[in-house]
């Protein structure tokens, strides 16, 4: 299974990538990106789900392992 993340780990991860916080909607963190469509973190204390959070890698036009590889740095 793969790994899962947090709210608060995604975010530190896409902010490393050069994705900049833009606005809440709700319970949602929405971060944009020039030359990119725009990628929403929902904002709540347990664990993303795995499938939101390959959603949100793929919207970051990333891998999992490409994510995973970066999250060990930055984590």
Do not use: C, N
Request: net charge positive; hydrophobic share 35%; proline share 4%.
């Amino acid at each position: 299974m793969p790994r899962q993340y947090r709210p608060r780990e995604a975010a530190k991860i896409a902010a490393s990538l050069g994705w900049e916080y833009s606005h809440h909607t709700g319970s949602h963190a929405i971060y944009t990106r020039a030359g990119h469509s725009h990628i929403t973190i929902p904002e709540h204390r347990r664990e993303i789900r795995v499938g939101t959070m390959g959603s949100i890698i793929k919207q970051m036009g990333l891998t999992r392992r490409e994510f995973d590889k970066i999250a060990e740095e930055v984590l």
